[in-house]
DNA sequence: AGTCTATTCGCAACTTAGTTGCAAATAAAA
DNA sequence: TTTTATTTGCAACTAAGTTGCGAATAGACT
């Protein structure tokens, strides 16, 4: 944990007007390091030692999603993802690609995806999100 | 359930080389008579005292999605919702678009999404899906 | 129709991600 | 330094989905 990713951590706590805790600033650090969305269980892993409750780090989560710093990316195997909401417009979250060889989700933060119209048939849309699937570069050899 | 949809459900079965048996036809005609993704929950509330045990629900679900029957349209609030594959080509699955005011999932049949590029930086990507958040006709008043 | 066998079904018991209640600890305001 | 609302950690809980296994049955073969 570098110092600019603790400075960032703290920013974001700021953000999310959320008293700045050990628990928390570690909880955000893990996610700011990760490359992809990350469920409570690795974050535990990844902190080891150090690492608060697993209840706390899903309240942790909870709050920061709710503070709009922290998305949600998907629940895959009942189990939910989490990722700083990083390169996500207030329309559009960045495409999430998961391999169907080796089943590693990744986040093509540099793709472009054409955003769909805002109405359709007296639906409203606000958000939307592209899934993708297929093979990865490593697995494409 | 009409002789239309059960013919239906047979023929699902027959492409799904599964046997023929009671809780999968009433499991199939379930699924085919809903108009958004359902969870077992629901389709076992829907065929009420006819239902099969929630195990054998369940295992149809997994045998008619591993035969490409079926999808997993996604796992939300720790719950798979499930649907058939009507409406989705090889490379595209329908989009989805949940209602942030009421919570109600619906499939957006007649909406064109347009396709993402088939490579992008060394991803093979084979199958995309859209995830639209908003607001329903119900709720847009 | 009757027999046989691999497949499917249903029950009960289990697993585990995520949640809740509450007492102890603590950030930060006074 | 004191105070107080907020946050934390523990233990116990909830419920979606899974597994093992004996009983039932679809469909093939007389």
Redesign the pocket.
């Known amino acids: 944990m570098s110092p600019a990713q603790e400075q960032a951590a703290r920013t974001l ?1 700021e953000t999310a007007s ?7 600033l570690l909880v955000l650090q893990s996610l700011l390091q990760a490359s992809y969305p990350v ?3 690795q974050i535990a892993e990844q902190l080891g030692d150090k690492s ?9 989560l ?2 920061l999603c709710t503070a709009g710093v922290v998305h949600k990316a998907f ?1 895959q ?4 993802h989490f990722e700083p909401a990083h390169n996500c417009s207030e329309h559009q979250c960045h495409p999430h690609f998961t391999c169907i060889a080796c089943g590693q989700t990744t986040c093509l933060m540099d793709m472009q995806v054409p955003a769909v119209k805002s109405t359709h048939n007296g639906y409203t849309i606000h958000r939307q999100r592209m899934q993708l699937e297929g093979l990865c570069p490593n697995c494409s050899c």
């Open positions: 706590l959320l008293r700045r805790t050990r628990p928390r469920t409570q269980e608060p409750n697993k209840v706390t780090i899903y309240r942790t909870e709050a629940l195997d009942r189990t939910w």
